[in-house]
């Protein structure tokens, strides 16, 4: 199983793959039923969840709703540091993930907005470089697992400060390596050796501990959250957290 998801990851177009993958999801879901784990964002229990990634991690994806380790950790924070499910706001969701976007638009207290350059899930076709939207338009900005794709990663989240309300927030999510600095080389084209860089195909950089500081130089202020350090580890260990990942939280700068 293990292998066959790292092909697929691998080789497998991503708009294929979010057309095609909650219908095979669906018949792994019946086959994985427990009291194990369970997803907060769904509320599904299994034995354990799925594996995924290049390297697959193990009981990491939910086959119900597809959501990952991230995206649970994200819908924990929502629900206890944020008023996301209950204010009145206006929301951009760059690259919508299956796990929320029926869920974010069922909520009727958003003005919900989703926009991707590719994605068939999302309404607005848009270029994160020149988001088709005036000054201070939203409350919240969602930009996951995105700048490590985009042209100019920077610029990207200029316009994310641009296009923020004064006050307003986001979270911006993004692969980080144990590396002291950032690297990238915008003259290298091949997807062999941008894996092997950048471990992805269509990756383009591959971010190190300088992420924060890095996206800080397009205006946002950017915070560090380790929002699970404050989660029980019995919540940890039900809901199959990373037990270090950061929440990358942005608010409107200057």
Not at 69 to 82: D, G, M, P
Not at 184 to 212: M, N
Request: charged share 25%.
């Amino acid at each position: 199983m293990k292998t066959l998801i790292s092909f697929v990851i691998r080789y497998i177009p991503r708009p294929i793959l979010q057309t095609v993958s909650p219908l095979v999801m669906k018949v792994l879901s019946q086959l994985n039923k427990g009291n194990e784990v369970e997803c907060p964002v769904c509320g599904n229990q299994y034995k354990k969840f799925l594996p995924y990634g290049r390297i697959a991690r193990e009981n990491a994806l939910c086959p119900n709703c597809l959501a990952l380790e991230r995206h649970r950790l994200v819908w924990l924070f929502l629900k206890a540091k944020t008023d996301f499910f209950s204010g009145k706001l206006k929301v951009l969701h760059v690259a919508p993930e299956h796990c929320f976007i029926d869920r974010f638009e069922a909520l009727p207290n958003l003005d919900y907005i989703t926009a991707d350059i590719e994605s068939p899930l999302a309404k607005v076709k848009m270029d994160v470089h020149s988001i088709p939207f005036p000054d201070n338009s939203f409350d919240v900005v969602f930009c996951n697992h995105v700048l490590e794709h985009v042209d100019d990663d920077i610029l990207a989240c200029s316009e994310f400060n641009r296009v923020l309300k004064p006050g307003g927030w986001g979270i911006l999510q993004s692969p980080v390596y144990p590396l002291e600095k950032t690297i990238e080389d915008k003259t290298i084209s091949d997807p062999k050796e941008r894996e092997r860089l950048f471990g992805q195909r269509d990756h383009v950089r591959k971010f190190g501990k300088d992420y924060a500081e890095r996206l800080s130089q397009s205006g946002l202020q950017i915070e560090e959250n380790l929002f699970v350090k404050d989660l029980p580890t019995t919540q940890v260990k039900r809901y199959a957290l990373a037990p270090d990942e950061v929440i990358f939280v942005c608010r409107k700068g200057a």
